[in-house]
């Protein structure tokens, strides 16, 4: 059995693990804010109303490069909005891939290389 006791004290660990968790935070709020634009979208929210205006304010930024990939289907006064739920799917990808490049630099042993190594070889 291997040891990976030195890549868990290493100097690089903290940091390392606080940058996740910034990601994921930043990522968790991100979608928090864009769900409640889908659902308030979907369900004919009043877009003068001060909690929507907000809402619709601080989420465009993240959903208007997504705006013109679908169409809205509008029923009534509700608009299900699949351009918002795009947007939430490719911010988590990002989140993912961008918290694999902090792992990618996390301090590993020779002999954990190897055995890491040996497993990918394996796949």
């Known amino acids: 059995m291997i040891s990976t ?3 868990y004290t290493s100097s690089t660990t903290k940091p390392l693990y606080k940058g996740t968790q910034i990601v994921w935070y930043i990522l968790g709020a991100l979608e928090v804010f864009l769900a409640f634009r889908f659902v308030l979208k979907l369900l004919g929210a ?18 208007a490069p997504f705006n013109n990939v679908f169409r809205f289907n509008r029923v009534g006064g509700s608009i299900f909005e699949w351009t918002t739920l795009l947007a939430m799917i490719v ?33």
């Open 46 to 63: 009043n877009p003068a109303a001060g909690f929507t205006k907000f809402i619709y304010g601080v989420t465009y930024i993240f959903s």
């Open 91 to 123: 911010y988590w990808i990002a989140a993912v891939g961008i918290v694999k490049l902090f792992l990618m630099s996390k301090t590993v042993s020779t002999p954990e290389a190897a055995v890491k190594l040996n497993k990918q070889e394996e796949q």
């Open 5 to 7: 006791q030195t890549s």
